[in-house]
Antibody
Framework: EVQLVQSGAEVKKPGESLKISCQGS????????IAWVRQMPGKGLEWMGI????????RYSPSFQGQVTILVDKSINTAYLQWSSLKTSDTAMYYC?????????????????WGQGTLVTVSS | QSILTQPPSASGTPGQRVTISCSGS????????VNWYQQLPGTAPKLLIY???QRPSGVPDRFSGSKSGTSASLAISGLQSEDEADYYC???????????FGGGTKLTVL
């Protein structure tokens, strides 16, 4: 059974750093893209970027380029989303999601499987 | 403002057929496959349709997808109360070199 398990909720202050995780199991982790998706309170889904496990090839949305870093540790089947300096506007639910199709084509099939979400609250 | 445009709301009565539209451009929907997701309140999104018109295992055949030109549609037939949810379209955008989502449509079953 394919599963994506995300790290728990976080409460942080503005300016703090944070790294949240998404561990995959039940499939060959390195051969699928993993995406990160933001959902601000009461709002829609926003694609942040994707990473390919085998070679760490990463693509970012222009809206998030330079604001976050997406990483992967294929030895433990885990993808990460990292901030160096949080803002109150980063308060949101963050989901990871695995692509539908095996292989290195980034345009193929976002979101066959989703993590449960990690709620990040940034408040002074 | 989302690159893909969806109506903010849609509604129907049980048993009815409803469609939700997703309007894009030549750099996204015209040239790439479209996915649709269902998000029930308080839960993670779930893939309903991929590759424009393919259903993952377990998704009822009441859900179907199509596209024409720069627009795509999700159709739900035999509407049920449990279909009340938010629905999102998404596709790859060749100009942005990344995925884009529609703004979402809140479906109400009257």
């Amino acid at each position: 059974e394919v599963q994506l398990v995300q790290s728990g909720a976080e409460v942080k202050k503005p300016g703090e750093s944070l790294k949240i995780s998404c561990q995959g199991s039940g499939y060959s982790f390195s051969t699928y893209w993993i995406a990160w998706v933001r959902q601000m309170p009461g709002k829609g889904l926003e694609w942040m970027g994707i990473i390919y496990g085998a070679d760490s090839d990463t693509r970012y949305s222009p809206s998030f380029q330079g604001q976050v870093t997406i990483l992967v540790d294929k030895s433990i089947n885990t993808a990460y989303l990292q901030w160096s300096s949080l803002k109150t506007s980063d308060t949101a639910m963050y989901y990871c999601a695995r692509h539908v199709t095996v292989g290195h084509v980034a345009a193929d099939g976002l979101g066959a499987y989703w993590g449960q979400g990690t709620l990040v609250t940034v408040s002074s | 403002q989302s690159i893909l445009t969806q109506p903010p709301s849609a509604s129907g009565t049980p048993g009815q057929r409803v469609t939700i539209s997703c309007s894009g451009s030549s750099s996204n929907i015209r040239t790439n496959a479209v996915n649709w997701y269902q998000q029930l309140p308080g839960t993670a999104p779930k893939l309903l349709i991929y590759d424009t018109n393919q259903r993952p295992s377990g998704v009822p055949d009441r859900f179907s997808g199509s596209k024409s030109g720069t627009s795509a549609s999700l159709a739900i037939s035999g509407l049920q109360s449990e279909d009340e949810a938010d629905y999102y379209c998404a596709t790859w955008d060749d100009s942005l070199n990344g995925w884009v989502f529609g703004g979402g449509t809140k479906l109400t079953v009257l």
